[in-house]
Nanobody, 124 residues
Framework: QVQLVESGGDLVQPGGSLRLSCVASGFTLDNNAIGWFRQAPGMVREGVSSMSSEDYHTYYADFVKGRFTISRDKAKNTVYLQMNSLKPEDTAIYYC?????????????????WGQGTQVTVSS
């Protein structure tokens, strides 16, 4: 059974940090591009960051550049999103996704497998 399970979401103060994890099971991420997306209430799901599987090229939305870092641990079949200098506008449900192709995009419609999401709330 193909499954992606996110964890690490929490309530954090502005300026704080969180690290989200996404563990894949039932398939290997080796040949799959991966991405992190987020969705705030009443908003469309948007791309946060993604990584290609062949050359590990990374993409970041402008609103997270310099603050967030995507990474993967091949041995653990896990993807991470390190989030620093968090802002209240980063509050959303964060989803990881895998694409059945090696090349990453920032379009959620291009991804085939999705986790259930983890809530990130940035508030004082």
């Amino acid at each position: 059974q193909v499954q992606l399970v996110e964890s690490g979401g929490d309530l954090v103060q502005p300026g704080g940090s969180l690290r989200l994890s996404c563990v894949a099971s039932g398939f290997t991420l080796d040949n799959n591009a991966i991405g992190w997306f987020r969705q705030a209430p009443g908003m469309v799901r948007e791309g946060v960051s993604s990584m290609s599987s062949e050359d590990y090229h990374t993409y970041y939305a402008d609103f997270v550049k310099g603050r967030f870092t995507i990474s993967r641990d091949k041995a653990k079949n896990t993807v991470y999103l390190q989030m620093n200098s968090l802002k209240p506008e980063d509050t959303a449900i964060y989803y990881c996704a895998a694409r059945g192709r090696p090349w990453a995009t920032m379009n959620p419609d291009d991804y085939d497998y999705w986790g259930q999401g983890t809530q990130v709330t940035v508030s004082s």
